[in-house]
């Protein structure tokens, strides 16, 4: 089975500062990584995926995240953040076969400051 | 394209009352998934549908059941609605291509709250 860590349930930063939120998993086959962003009271919006090929992943909004694993880690990193970056963000994985679920971290609450 | 849809947004029921929410996949999208997020918590997997069937299944009771029609779209129902079912129930629609996973596309969700 796969689970999913994410070891901050709460960042916050000032504007224009950079941010890493942390992800690690679990798991005993290959699987599929994701970040998801949840803004309040919307669904999730898929930042970023790592399915294969080079571990340095880029997303929307400016985000990145680095596969590492050895480390079984799967960090989102920003190099400087806006306001409008404060929301929920969720870490998950599944394996590559179909019919598979998505595992999903708690959540990590960035709060982006002027 | 609009994407996925989920239909109502919110919704209010009694404990012990029956709820059906609805789901319409992103166009070209056969499969369909269920997540339960309670609140401060990460989307908890119900159910997967595809091909009209019931592929996989999380670990909820049987309260819990689903229906994937023709057209791909889906219904989650609830029986006995308990308190601590109040949520927001997510949907998310993909395709099952060569038997992998592809990317998983999530509607807003409907908020239901039970009273």
């Known amino acids: 089975a796969q689970s999913v860590t994410q070891l901050d349930s709460q960042v916050p930063v000032f504007e224009e500062a950079p941010v890493e939120l942390r992800c690690n998993y679990s798991?005993?086959?290959?699987?599929?990584l994701f970040w998801y962003v949840q803004y309040p009271n919307q669904g999730l919006q898929l930042l970023l995926k790592?399915?294969?090929?080079?571990?340095l992943v880029k997303g929307i909004n400016g985000f990145e995240a680095e596969f590492n694993k050895s480390q079984t880690s799967f960090h989102l990193r920003k190099p400087s953040v806006h306001i409008s970056d404060t929301a929920e963000y969720f870490c998950a994985v599944t394996r590559a076969q179909a019919g598979t679920a998505l595992i999903f971290g708690k959540g990590t609450t960035l709060s982006v400051s002027s | 394209d609009a994407g996925v849809t989920q239909s109502p947004t919110h919704l209010i029921k009694t404990r012990g009352q029956q709820v059906t929410l609805r789901c319409s996949p992103k166009?070209?999208?056969?499969?369909v998934s269920w997540y339960q997020q309670a609140l401060g918590q990460g989307p908890q997997f119900i159910f997967q549908y595809y091909e009209e069937e019931e592929r996989q299944r999380g670990n909820f009771p049987d309260r819990f059941s689903g229906h994937q029609f023709p057209n791909y779209s889906s219904e989650l129902n609830v029986n006995a609605l308990l308190l601590g079912d109040s949520a927001l129930y997510l949907c998310a629609s993909s395709l099952t291509q060569w038997r992998m996973n592809t990317e998983a596309f999530f509607g807003q969700g409907t908020r239901l709250t039970v009273v």
């Open positions: 790592y399915l294969s090929g080079s571990t």
């Open positions: 798991s005993s086959v290959s699987v599929y």
């Open positions: 166009s070209g999208h056969d499969t």
